[in-house]
C-alpha cells in the first residue's frame, strides 16, 4: 500500500515538473483551452440568464380565447377545463363578460376615451379565457387546440390572440434564443476539439523529446501508467489553471460591466442576473470548469500516450 501511494506521488511530482519544464510549450495550449472554458462558462451564463428571461416573459404573455356572447358561461368553464388539462398549459382562468370589462377598465384607466366607448356601448368585450403556456416553444400546440372546428365555432373574430403581429414578435424572441443557445454549443465543441488537439500535440512533442529517456523506462520493466502517468498529470494541470484563469477572466468582465455599464440589460442578456447567478453559483460554477479543464487534458494525454508511446494497457 505504501509502495503504491508513493509511486502515485512520485507520478504526481514528475507530472508537475514536468509541467514546469514544458512552460513554453504549454502556454498555446493554455491559452486555447483557457478560450473554450471561458466560452463554455459565459454560455452557461448565458442560457440560464436567458431562460430566465423567456421565463419572466412567458409569465407576461397568455393566449386569450375570445368567446362569442351565445356561449353560455357553463360552456366557458368547461372549455377552461379542457385547456388546463393540455401538457403545454400553466394556467388558465376564465372571465365572464363582466369580469373581462373590468378588466379592460382598469387596463386602460389612463384612457378615458376608451374607457367610455366599452362601457357606453352595453359591453362590447367578450367573455375571455386567458391561457399561460409553460413553453414558448410550443405555445402553437395551444393554438392548434383551439383551431378545432367546435372549439373555433364558439370563439370571436380574432381569437384566439396568439396571431399576427403578437405571435410574430413572440416567435422572434424564441427563435433568437434558441438561434444563440445553438451557437453557444457549437462554439464549445468546436474549442473543445482544438483545445484537446493542441494539448495532443504539445504531449506528442514532451514524448519526443523524452524519448530516450522513455525507452530506458520500458526497457527497466517501468509500466504504462508509470509512464503515461506523469504526462496525465501535466496534462491536468493544464486543465487546472486553464479553469482558474477563464473563472477570474468572466468575473473580471462582470466587475468591469458593473462599474462601465448602468444599464441593467442589453438586450434578451440581463446583466444583473447574470452577474447574480455567476456569484450565486460560484462554487459549482468552478468546480464545473476544474473538471471540464481536467478530463480535456487527461483525455488528450491519454490519447496522445497511447497513440505515439504504443503501450499496452495493463
Known sequence: MRRKIRTFWRIVHTGIVNFIRNATLAIAAMAVMVITLT????????????????????????????????VTEAQGKALTS???????????????????LNSYIQQNANNPDLVAAATESGNPIPATIRVKP?????????????????????????????SGDRKKAIDNITHATN??????VVAIIIFALVSALIIFNTIQMAIFNRRDELTIMRLLGASTWYIRGPFVVESAVYG???????????????????????????GLLDINFASQYFG?????????????????GSLSAV?????YLKFKTK
Open 39 to 70: 466560452i463554455v462558462l459565459f454560455s452557461l451564463i448565458t442560457n440560464a440568464t436567458f431562460a430566465n428571461t423567456i421565463q419572466q416573459i412567458t409569465d407576461k404573455i397568455d393566449v386569450s380565447v375570445f368567446l362569442q356572447d351565445s
Open 82 to 100: 379542457e385547456l388546463q388539462k393540455l401538457p403545454n398549459v400553466k394556467s388558465v382562468s376564465y372571465l365572464s363578460k363582466q369580469q373581462a
Open 134 to 162: 409553460k413553453d414558448l416553444n410550443k405555445i402553437q400546440d395551444i393554438k392548434d387546440f383551439l383551431s378545432r372546428k367546435d372549439i373555433a365555432a364558439m370563439q370571436t373574430t380574432g381569437s384566439p390572440s396568439y
Open 179 to 184: 438561434i444563440l443557445r445553438e451557437i453557444g
Open 240 to 266: 487546472f489553471l486553464s479553469a482558474i484563469i477563464s473563472v477570474l477572466i468572466v468575473n473580471s468582465a462582470f466587475v468591469a460591466s458593473s462599474q462601465a455599464l448602468q444599464a441593467s440589460s442589453l
Open 280 to 296: 450565486q453559483h460560484f462554487w459549482l460554477l468552478l468546480g464545473f470548469q476544474l473538471l471540464i479543464g481536467i478530463v480535456i
Open 303 to 307: 490519447i496522445a500516450t497511447r497513440r
